[in-house]
């Protein structure tokens, strides 16, 4: 059985069918039951859409924060993390998951905290929709009422 759990982590953080799509696999690995993770394929590192996207994003940080969302900017072999354009992309050294790989040009991929694909979508994805995907999922509706009762 334990066998069968390392190939299922090794299938879900890359490597282990080589695909042709690299990232770096100890990041996604250290993101599990810690964030959650949009990634944002494009096709071109200038493209417009991945800055209007990261612009309405950005625009609640604090709803984010607390959502656990983290975001990875990606494109064919380079990657950034975070919502800053103006960070450098850096290479990719692994490959990417069948289950994260892209679609189309431009796509945005939420990934939860189970390190399971949430929503995959070839189009801008608006906060508000975002924000109310990630609030209807029955971990967050767990968090939302364990705080409650905290209170």
């Given amino acids: 059985m334990k066998k069968v759990k390392y190939l299922f982590c090794l299938f879900c953080f890359g ?5 042709g799509y690299p990232v770096i696999a100890q990041d996604l690995a250290a993101l ?34 607390d ?20 960070v450098a992309w850096r290479k990719r050294d692994r490959t990417l998951s069948l289950a994260y790989a ?10 939860g905290l189970d390190a399971g694909v949430k929503l995959r979508q070839p189009e801008l994805l608006d906060r508000e929709s975002l924000l109310a995907r990630i609030d209807g999922r029955p971990m967050r509706r ?9 209170r």
């Fill in 32 to 65: 599990r039951w810690e964030k959650r993770l949009l990634l944002v394929h494009v096709g071109d590192t200038s493209s417009t859409q991945l800055v209007a996207q990261l612009a309405d994003w950005a625009g609640a940080p604090a709803e984010l924060e």
């Fill in 67 to 86: 959502r656990q969302i983290a975001v990875c900017q990606v494109q064919a072999d380079w990657y950034r993390w975070g919502w800053d354009t103006a």
């Fill in 142 to 150: 767990a968090e939302l009422r364990r705080r409650a009762r905290e």
């Fill in 102 to 111: 892209p679609r189309a040009d431009f796509e945005v991929v939420l990934i």
């Fill in 15 to 19: 490597g282990f069918w080589g695909n």
